[in-house]
């Protein structure tokens, strides 16, 4: 099955600081999600995106999925942005299976 | 709106315990999943229904029942679990079809304590 890497495993960022966040995948990819987990256990999702460029307020994602990779950037970090970062990816049409990375721990100090 | 809800948040439970776990959504999508996680690593597929109907099964002991009564509720039954199975239990679903993007959505999960 698909692999998923992501790196930093860890992170701690001043608070006002920006980061990029990597995810590196082996296969093809008809699915590729970016969620933060917060420290509740709420998995929220942030971006859907197999491929391009997308953009959400201080949040944004690029897919190269010619290159298997994606990265989240996070501009203007805040303590509220703490928490655990996955990447998930799907690869296969007609497959519901969605493959985790580790994570990325980021913790945001004020 | 792209809740998905679980009950009960917390769950307490002996080994010799039935209980039952609860998800919800009112989305429309046709695919609901279990997930289960451990501290400090990430969800890992238990169950999928498409269309009520079960999928795929990861291998998980039948201690574990899941049941899709209808399009909008998934239930995981529990009996003689074990303390290892203590972990945080997330429901998700999702669209089928390219049309929907097939965004995988998450509950708040229910944190299980097995004694």
């Known amino acids: 099955g698909i692999q998923v890497e992501q790196s930093p495993p860890d992170l701690i960022l001043q608070e006002g600081a920006n980061s990029t966040l990597r995810c590196n995948f082996s296969?093809?990819?008809?699915?590729l999600q970016w969620f933060h987990q917060n420290p509740w256990g709420q998995l929220i999702n942030l971006f859907y995106i197999p491929s391009g460029t997308k953009q959400n307020g201080r949040l944004s994602a690029t897919t190269v999925a010619t290159e298997r990779y994606s990265l989240l950037y996070i501009s203007s970090s805040q303590t509220t942005d703490s928490g655990v970062y996955f990447c998930?990816?799907?690869?296969?049409?007609?497959?519901?299976?969605?493959?985790f990375g580790k994570g990325t721990k980021l913790s945001v100090i004020p | 709106d792209t809740e998905v809800t679980q009950t009960p948040k917390h769950l307490v439970m002996g080994m010799t315990n039935k209980k039952s776990l609860k998800c919800e959504q009112h989305m429309g999508h046709r695919a609901m999943y279990w997930y289960k996680q451990k501290a400090k690593k990430p969800p890992e597929l238990m169950f999928v229904y498409s269309y009520e109907k079960l999928s795929i099964n990861e291998s998980v002991p039948s201690r574990f029942s899941p049941e899709c009564p209808n399009s909008s509720l998934l239930n995981l039954h529990l009996h003689a679990l074990q303390p290892e199975d203590s972990a945080l239990y997330l429901c998700?679903?999702?669209?089928?079809?390219?049309?929907?993007?097939?965004?995988?959505?998450f509950g708040p999960g229910t944190r299980l304590l097995v004694l």
């Open positions: 998700a679903s999702s669209g089928i079809g390219f049309l929907y993007q097939e965004t995988q959505y």
């Open positions: 998930a990816a799907r690869s296969g049409a007609g497959s519901y299976q969605l493959t």
């Open positions: 296969d093809s990819v008809n699915n």
